[in-house]
């Protein structure tokens, strides 16, 4: 045998031996050798590789920290969503969630959920602690770690590879056998008290900075650079559930899952327990409760899952957040300080907000030194005054917040607290909002909660904040364009408006402090980049009042163009989903504002091409129905069985319209308070008009309880599941994915058997593969677009 195989079967032999005490020590917490031994072992494995470089692989304990450092983080993109969950504070938010979970496996459970002598039937749950971390998704292909990920927005994360790969907790490769060829593993990196305290200490003897609380340690040690830093930090990773499987399967519960994560070497946590009813939910709740302080590690609760995974699927997803897991939080800890100050920051509505500066205090480990105090009308509510002592409390993450006062601690010398009658930012005047509720054919003014800069795009932190937030993430996507740098734009004025960022020129930007001409030209090419959003994401961008993301994509996917979404009237909104009367005078209103119709010209002049459908989703053809109608002009005394009445009696809206004492008089199903009310109604022109005007816009829209019907099942790809994967060229996979599902597809972010379609760009990996070995059919990017424009879709 020769000396390099010798070395090869030498290492091979460490290697395992290592993995072995590694596993012994962070997973089953039962080593087996003194430190020293293990450091003797680690110290020849290293040595031997020194030798034989051509014998190192990525999986081997030596490599945990090796390259340089890094300019940036790279985006991952989450093909399974990881998605946050519900909270539960209170006993009874628990026990609501069990109700909610028996309700929804009705069928499963033979019944409504309950026996025959109406006592509940228990569903298992799985236990564990919520540890105070930063979620991340760690991929192994073929049981080697190949990619670590952030949580991120849920949707796309940042790729910390380098740096998961320094924790010692986390396995290079898989041990045992039976692992799926792809495993997506999900669970917290936290750092220990002991460990927290231990690398606060050794920052204080150098000069260095310290950390406010483990979490934020961890966050911040999980997010450098350079990975050696990340090395030297005490992370550890704890799994608590799976993301992506391909080329296998897993176990039928939750537990199972974890204890075979378990035997493959992934940590999990040593607090794990089954529970056979909520109450022995509440139980464990308590128990771990009270030993809160003991333990190694910071939790803010506990997390509670339906352990059966079929039961989970059943059960589903609302919004961002499953229906079949719960996280149950502790009581949020409060302390006692003094309220130095009442500052006020301006929003990008121009909204007044007043924050409270607050003599420094630690508050669950955290020094609390500002709190939110929401709006004036909370702080007459608290009757909070200048110099008061109040109660802080501070719950996970949240904005700490000031709870109540402490009368009998004011000082003679406090102060109230006065909104300022000019803007501290601009100089504008301050007005207070007026809160106008619609209803039944009336309007009721008064005045509302917040008070409002009314300086608009001339008050810079308001510009400010707009840009920011027109090009963030979620909305236009600029990247690299961030706070300081949209301060400096500002500042400048180079940027009056969010279409002004598609003007600048190389001149203006390399003038900028930190540029030069590589930073300069990125940031450039990333505004061009952003020329042609998706209509969701222009939407989202525009920052129109109480439109969040969700309503964005809700508005994009129904009305299918700008244009459209731009003239529609609120009371035409009202018939999409989730969209009420507030949310829809604010859309109407501030697309009806002068000021907005310029910017969204200056932009689509600077070269923004929104991609958009053009056309009205299917599904909401022929959507409003007559009855519907009446009974959204809020007609008084007429609720939704006399609408109907009214619809069966007259047919058509100019009938209705022009009905007299003799029409209305002759009708049954309506009483003579109300028959008097449709006809006060519409003697009012104003009135008689606006109904016209809608009627003639849900014709136009294809809305129209006339107009003709379009079956969803029979769009052209009704019932089939799509798959996309690499880089597509002409279009984001954003925008594919929405093309597709206006035809009628599903998109998934997994192939399977069901799968009908693979849309395959450059860069296609581990999906192409899978569909070539299923016998998917598979299309690159210009079968699809000839396939596309076969169904009248264009770019």
């Known amino acids: 045998m020769t000396q390099a195989q010798d070395a090869a079967e030498r290492i091979a032999a460490l290697r395992s031996e290592i993995d072995a005490h590694n596993y012994r020590y962070y997973v089953l917490d039962e080593p ?37 450092a890094l300019a940036a983080f790279g985006t991952i993109r989450h093909e399974v969503p990881m998605l946050s969950l519900g909270n539960a504070f209170e006993e009874q938010d628990l026990l609501d969630f069990d109700r909610r979970v028996r309700d ?13 002598f109406g006592d509940a039937v228990s569903i298992e749950y799985t236990c564990e602690p919520k540890l105070d971390g930063l979620a991340v998704s760690l991929l192994y292909e073929h049981g080697v770690l190949v990619r670590g990920a952030t949580r991120g927005d849920g949707t796309t994360g940042e790729d910390i590879s380098a740096n998961v790969r320094t924790i010692r907790n986390v396995p290079l490769k898989l041990h045992g056998a039976g692992w799926p060829e792809v495993l997506e593993v999900r669970g917290e990196v936290f750092m220990s008290k002991a460990g927290f305290e231990a690398l606060n200490a050794r920052a204080m003897e150098v000069g260095g900075k310290t950390f406010a609380n483990p979490r934020n340690a961890a966050a911040g040690s999980l997010r450098q650079l350079d990975s050696k830093i990340t090395a030297s930090r005490p992370l550890e990773f704890c799994a608590y559930g799976y993301g992506r499987v391909e080329g296998g399967s897993l176990p039928g519960t939750q537990y199972e899952i974890l204890q075979a994560l378990r035997v493959w070497g992934i940590p999990i946590s040593r607090e794990l327990k089954l529970a056979a009813s909520v109450q022995d939910c509440r139980s464990y709740y308590q128990d771990i409760g009270a030993r809160r302080d003991a333990l190694a590690y ?92 109040v109660v802080i409390r501070r719950a996970g993450d949240v904005i700490p917040q000031v709870m109540q006062v402490v009368p009998e601690r004011r000082p003679g010398d406090a102060q109230p607290v006065r909104v300022p009658e000019h803007c501290p930012v601009c100089g504008s005047e301050v007005e207070r909002t007026q809160l106008i509720k619609r209803g039944k054919g009336r309007e009721s003014v008064s005045a509302g909660a917040v008070y409002r800069c009314v300086g608009r795009l001339v008050c810079q932190a308001q510009l400010k904040q707009s840009i920011i937030h027109f090009a963030s993430r979620r909305a236009m996507e600029i990247d690299g364009l961030g706070d300081k740098i949209v301060e400096q734009l500002v500042d400048r004025g180079l940027v009056k408006s969010p279409a002004d960022l598609y003007a600048l020129t190389y001149d203006q930007v390399v003038q900028l402090e930190g540029f030069a001409e590589v930073s300069t030209n990125n940031l450039l090419n990333a505004i061009a980049a952003s020329r042609a959003p998706t209509l969701a994401r222009f939407i989202f961008a525009l920052g129109i009042p109480d439109v969040g993301e969700e309503t964005a994509k809700l508005l994009a996917r129904t009305l299918g163009s700008l244009e459209r979404v731009q003239r529609a009237l609120p009371e035409v909104l009202t018939y999409l989903p989730d969209i009420g009367h507030e949310v829809a005078y604010e859309i109407h209103n501030f697309f009806e504002e002068e000021h907005n119709q310029d910017v969204i010209a200056q932009l689509l002049g600077n070269g923004v091409q929104i991609q958009e459908d053009g056309g009205l989703h299917p599904e909401f053809a022929a959507y409003a129905t007559f009855p519907d109608f009446i009974d959204k002009l809020s007609i008084p005394y007429v609720a939704a069985t006399g609408a109907k009445n009214l619809a069966t009696h007259f047919k058509t809206v100019e009938a209705l319209i022009s009905a007299d004492w003799l029409d209305l008089s002759a009708m049954k199903g309506l009483n003579e308070r109300a028959k008097k009310a449709v006809r006060d109604y519409f003697s009012d022109t104003l009135h008689a008009e606006r109904a016209r005007a809608i009627e003639a816009q849900l014709r136009e829209f294809g809305m129209h309880w006339e107009s003709e019907k379009q079956q969803v099942e029979g769009l052209p790809l009704a019932g089939q599941t799509w798959v996309l994967t690499g880089t597509l060229e002409a279009m984001s996979r954003d925008v594919a994915k929405g093309k597709l599902e206006f035809l009628g597809a599903k998109v998934a972010g997994s192939v399977s058997a069901k799968t009908s379609c693979v849309v395959a760009g450059p860069g296609a990996g ?4 899978k569909a070539s070995e299923l016998g998917v059919a598979v299309l690159d990017e210009q079968a699809f677009l000839e396939q596309l424009a076969g169904y009248g879709i264009s770019l």
Request: aromatic share 6%; proline share 5%; no cysteine.
């Open 32 to 68: 087996s050798v003194p430190d020293a031994e293990y450091d003797r072992l680690f110290r020849e494995l290293k040595a031997l590789e020194a030798e034989h470089p051509e014998l190192i692989t990525p999986d081997s304990p030596t490599q945990r920290v090796s390259g340089s």
């Open 104 to 116: 929804g496996l009705a069928d499963e459970l033979g019944g409504a959920g309950h026996d025959l």
């Open 298 to 389: 910071e939790i803010d609760g506990v997390v509670f899952k339906v352990n059966r995974i079929d039961w989970q699927r059943e059960l589903g997803f609302r919004a961002r957040e499953p229906r079949w897991a719960i996280a149950h939080k502790f009581p949020a800890r409060e302390e006692l300080t003094e309220l130095v100050n009442v500052e006020f920051q301006v929003g990008r509505t121009g909204a007044i907000t007043p924050v409270a500066r607050l003599k420094p205090v630690q508050v669950g480990g955290v020094t609390v030194t500002n709190a939110t105090l929401h709006n004036m009308d909370e702080v007459a509510r608290l009757g909070l005054m200048i110099g008061d002592t």
């Open 766 to 769: 581990s999906k192409l593969a």
